[in-house]
């Protein structure tokens, strides 16, 4: 059994311009220690599935279905204040994107760390201890307990961002673009910490980054996602080296090569509205396969045992 399960996971929010439908049935699963990655381009809908699994959507939801499981436990039904107390920064933790400009620059380091640990009634010393722990987990030292976030570099502010997403113990950390606002040496730093905490903590993860090469890094599976729909999902194998899907090989093919002389390509056209969604396959418009099933809703077909495709391209394989 799954650690982690999402199944058919529906985000739409009203809008002034009509219903923006940023998820329309993502499903997926995470194992114990695994990474599982999420890939896409900027408005794929990748931040409002982070948001979604956390059940920290903004007000202007205005459908949201699906169903999460935790360990075998239903946590989509549970009341607000019972999922709060439970699982949010519990069980399932987050870091966000942006999230080391988010310290409160007022507040010493230690004491947002241990603030979570407080409300729980945890003993000072005990969330203070808790907390120097977590700083050198992360590779920083006891002492940042007392800085201000204006003493930190970028790195250390992420390190410790990374902290208070530890503090409580998860067993899920989600993962928003966590190295996006980092300079390339900072960056490295970052996805050894992390590849370090899986290895060490048998850690489960969700990756979300729309820079699929730097996913390949950590995460053991990959799941891709466009205009609000999970298109293709493998393990990473699979995925970077076998890709069904005229999307992800699309995403592959825009990624720079250390060695070869092919050049990067761009994908053609814009991702559809997700006011005015199509109907059939999202990416028709900008796919060189495209054929008449295309305009017609596209179930997901499985090409092996462990990579699932959302394409007519291989309608044929399951009839």
Same mark, same amino acid.
């Given at each position: 059994m799954a650690l982690f399960e999402a199944r058919d996971i529906?985000?739409?929010?009203?809008?002034?311009? #009509?219903?923006?439908?940023?998820?329309?049935?993502?499903?997926?699963?995470?194992?114990?220690?695994?990474?599982?990655?999420?890939?896409? &381009? $900027? @408005?794929?809908?990748?931040?409002?599935?982070?948001? @979604?699994?956390?059940?920290?959507?903004p007000r202007n939801v205005e459908h949201y279905a699906g169903s999460l499981g935790l360990g075998g436990e239903d946590i989509m039904n549970l009341p607000e204040n019972e999922f709060r107390m439970k699982i949010r920064w519990k069980k399932i933790s987050m870091v966000f994107q942006g999230a080391m400009n988010s310290l409160n620059p007022v507040m010493r380091v230690g004491n947002q760390i241990t &603030?979570?640990?407080?409300? #729980?009634?945890?003993?000072?010393?005990?969330?203070?201890d808790r907390a120097v722990r977590m700083l050198e987990l992360v590779g920083l030292s006891g002492d940042i307990f007392a800085r201000y976030p204006h003493?930190? $570099?970028?790195?250390?502010?992420?390190?410790?961002?990374?902290?208070?997403?530890?503090?409580?113990?998860?067993?899920?950390?989600?993962?928003?673009?966590?190295?996006?606002?980092?300079?390339?040496?900072?960056?490295?730093q970052i996805m050894n910490l992390l590849k370090r905490l899986k290895w060490e903590k048998k850690l489960s993860m969700i990756f979300i980054t729309h820079d699929i090469a730097l996913?390949?890094?950590?995460?053991?599976?990959?799941?891709?996602?466009?205009?609000? &729909?999970m298109v293709e999902t493998g393990s990473l194998e699979d995925v970077l080296q076998r890709p069904k899907h005229p999307y992800t090989q699309a995403l592959l093919a825009s990624t720079p090569r250390l060695h070869g002389e092919t050049k990067p390509s761009f994908i053609p056209g814009i991702p559809?509205?997700?006011?005015?969604?199509?109907? #059939? =396959?999202?990416?028709? &418009?900008? =796919?060189?396969y495209a054929f008449e099933p295309c305009d017609k809703t596209v179930p997901v077909f499985a090409t092996s045992k462990n990579q699932k495709v959302q394409c007519w391209l291989y309608g044929d394989i399951h009839g």
């Open positions: 529906q985000i739409h929010y009203q809008t002034s311009k #009509g219903i923006v439908h940023a998820l329309n049935g993502i499903s997926f699963d995470v194992d114990k220690g695994e990474a599982f990655g999420i890939v896409g &381009e $900027s @408005g794929s809908g990748k931040t409002s599935l982070a948001l @979604g699994l956390l059940r920290l959507l &603030e979570p640990l407080r409300e #729980g009634k945890v003993p000072k010393k005990d969330a203070h003493e930190l $570099s970028g790195g250390m502010k992420q390190r410790v961002v990374i902290a208070m997403a530890l503090v409580q113990d998860p067993q899920l950390i989600i993962l928003d673009e966590p190295t996006s606002a980092l300079d390339v040496s900072i960056q490295a996913a390949s890094d950590i995460c053991d599976r990959l799941g891709v996602i466009y205009a609000g &729909e559809p509205s997700l006011i005015a969604m199509p109907d #059939g =396959c999202k990416f028709r &418009e900008r =796919c060189p």
